[in-house]
T-cell receptor, first 113, second 111 residues
Framework: NAGVTQTPKFQVLKTGQSMTLQCAQDMNHNSMYWYRQDPGMGLRLIYY???????DKGEVPNGYNVSRLNKREFSLRLESAAPSQTSVYFCASRGVRSHNEQFFGPGTRLTVL | QKEVEQDPGPLSVPEGAIVSLNCTYS??????FMWYRQYSRKGPELLMYTYSSGNKEDGRFTAQVDKSSKYISLFIRDSQPSDSATYLCAMRPSGYSTLTFGKGTMLLVSP
């Protein structure tokens, strides 16, 4: 099992450009999450999907959109990137039987110039 | 006031020391408490979780929850250089699927 995979690993964008961060899990988990991690700010939840077909806003959703494409895949889109969105983005998933354990991907390092 | 407070460190200790990492929280509805370990440039991984108050031990690691004080701790015995990482506390109320994280404490264990 690959667990949670994220692509790309690194990305540099110019202000105003758009891009989609991809996340996939092969653990048959129902719930998936997108976080951003910034120095001094910790992990902050952007959006989550409790199950296929549902999405909900987290703590910092502005400037982002998400799509739960199917049970395996959950993508995060930046429509018009801003320097404030420079961050490390983590995707995570959680299964019904895994209690509180969220499994995290390796992260995407995004720089917006 | 943030819901979860955690000293960012860094906390530097010599190999073999006992390490104490702590978080305080304000939401009395939190019932599930977790510690995640994050190595540099990696994703967080679950280290331990505890439900409600009490202690839980796993090898060199012990997690404690004191709900009356809204205070949780992670103790690491016989610390090793491989324990050098950032430790994040996380918690949630019963029935919720989302976690509230502390900002993380960076731990450095020197040989």
């Amino acid at each position: 099992n690959a667990g949670v995979t994220q692509t790309p690993k690194f990305q540099v964008l110019k202000t105003g450009q758009s891009m989609t961060l991809q996340c996939a899990q092969d653990m048959n988990h129902n719930s998936m999450y997108w976080y951003r991690q910034d120095p001094g700010m910790g992990l902050r939840l952007i959006y989550y999907s409790a199950s296929e077909g549902t999405t909900d806003k987290g703590e910092v959703p502005n400037g982002y959109n998400v799509s739960r494409l199917n049970k395996r895949e959950f993508s995060l889109r930046l429509e018009s990137a801003a320097p404030s969105q420079t961050s490390v983005y983590f995707c995570a998933s959680r299964g019904v039987r895994s209690h509180n354990e969220q499994f995290f991907g390796p992260g995407t390092r995004l720089t917006v110039l | 006031q943030k819901e979860v407070e955690q000293d960012p460190g860094p906390l530097s200790v010599p190999e073999g020391a006992i390490v104490s990492l702590n978080c305080t929280y304000s939401n009395s509805a939190f019932q599930y408490f977790m510690w995640y370990r994050q190595y540099s440039r990696k994703g967080p991984e679950l280290l331990m979780y505890t439900y409600s108050s009490g202690n839980k031990e796993d090898g060199r690691f012990t997690a404690q929850v004191d709900k009356s004080s809204k205070y949780i701790s992670l103790f690491i015995r016989d610390s090793q250089p491989s324990d050098s990482a950032t430790y994040l506390c996380a918690m949630r109320p019963s029935g919720y699927s989302t976690l509230t994280f502390g900002k993380g404490t960076m731990l450095l264990v020197s040989p």
